[in-house]
């Protein structure tokens, strides 16, 4: 099983609090993406970064940042929670092959 | 942008029917990926096709990757009720080569 890991697991927040979701992994991996994804939807990407200093956008417009300052680490940032944001986030890197190895996620609520 | 499309989006199967999703991508892959999510969990990494034509089988999952390279499927022979999940492809595309996640097959089944 490869090592990356999410944190908090679970996360039940305020509105308008700030939070950051944490995700490493210590496999040295280039490439980190973070999905959000409602039960038994389909992933959406919202951010990637090909390595330091890079991060890019996904598809589904999000009002998260990240940043990338160093290799293993890729903390997600939510500057105002609000309930539309509730959600799982899963946090992935993928190796020189292209295959991804997922974080066991961070279930989201806002109230 | 690169599209990856899977159908069916849900099935539901007796135990011991087999059971088939299909995947199609809008441009030629270099590589096709499938993983497999339990209900609550995170997407894990099943196999990776890579030829023109390629067959790969696990146990009773049997994966296709087309001769154009533009299409996939998994095919499970005899369902168990292990096998309840949601089922995604996944290809290298777009800038940098980022993954794009199909929508995704849940299956179940009942026993």
């Known amino acids: 099983e490869a090592d990356i890991y999410q944190t908090p697991r679970y996360l039940v927040i305020g509105t308008g609090k700030k939070i950051t979701l944490e995700c490493s992994q210590t496999?040295?991996?280039?490439?980190m993406y973070w999905y959000q994804q409602d039960p038994g939807m389909e992933l959406h990407l919202i951010h990637y970064?090909?390595?330091?200093?890079?991060?890019e956008k996904g598809d589904l417009s999000s009002e998260s940042t990240v940043s990338r300052i160093r290799t293993e680490h890729f903390p997600l940032t939510l500057e105002s929670a609000r309930p539309s944001h509730t959600s799982q986030y899963l946090c992935?890197?993928?190796?020189?092959?292209?295959?991804?190895?997922f974080g066991q996620g961070t279930r989201l609520t806002v109230v | 942008g690169q599209q990856v499309m899977q159908i069916p989006q849900y099935q539901h199967v007796q135990e011991g029917e087999d059971f088939t999703t299909y995947c199609n991508s809008s441009t030629t892959l270099s590589n096709i990926q499938w993983y497999k999510q339990r209900p609550g969990g995170h997407p894990v990494f099943l196999i990776q096709?890579?030829?023109?034509?390629e067959v790969k089988k696990q146990k009773r999952l049997t994966f296709q990757f087309g001769e154009a390279k533009k299409n996939s499927s998994l095919h499970i022979t005899a369902t168990q009720t292990t096998d309840v999940g949601t089922y995604f492809c996944?290809?290298?595309?777009?800038?940098?080569?980022?993954?794009?996640f199909g929508a995704g097959t849940i299956l179940r089944v009942k026993s």
């Open positions: 996944a290809g290298p595309g777009g800038y940098g080569n980022k993954l794009v």
């Open positions: 096709l890579v030829k023109s034509g």
């Open positions: 496999m040295g991996h280039d490439k």
């Open positions: 992935a890197s993928s190796d020189g092959l292209g295959r991804a190895f």
């Open positions: 970064s090909y390595g330091v200093n890079s991060t």
